[in-house]
């Protein structure tokens, strides 16, 4: 249910709107099936702990993945010779400063 007026929402609305909230409802789906799968690896997650301890398990996060859960890669930038050097004067002031 979208709670609009079917007379508004037919005779009345641009496309543009009809699109937006399509698009708005689209999402509130997707974040309710988000919620409900992540309640339910909750559940398995002390239900696996209740049963066997939490020997390899940690976190929920541990028993399955999911793909909107994408693990973040930090990529190493490459620094310039300038940058460099100034990461190392940095580092060595802040050195100085700690004795």
């Known amino acids: 249910m979208i709670g609009i ?3 508004y929402f037919l005779d009345e609305m641009s496309l ?8 708005a409802r689209r999402e509130l789906d ?3 099936n988000k919620q409900s799968w992540e309640q339910t ?3 398995c997650y002390y239900a696996f ?3 066997r301890g939490n020997e390899r398990i940690k976190e929920p ?4 993945r999911f793909s909107w859960e ?5 990529k190493s930038k ?16 802040k050195i100085k400063r700690i004795t």
């Open 16 to 23: 543009d709107e009809v699109a937006f909230i399509i698009k």
């Open 61 to 64: 996060e541990d028993l399955f």
């Open 70 to 74: 994408k693990k973040e890669v930090k």
């Open 30 to 32: 997707d974040k309710v």
């Open 78 to 93: 490459r620094l310039t010779k300038e940058e460099a050097a100034e990461k190392a004067i940095r580092s060595r002031s």
């Open 5 to 7: 007026d079917p007379r």
């Open 49 to 51: 702990i209740a049963m």
């Open 41 to 43: 690896r909750e559940i």
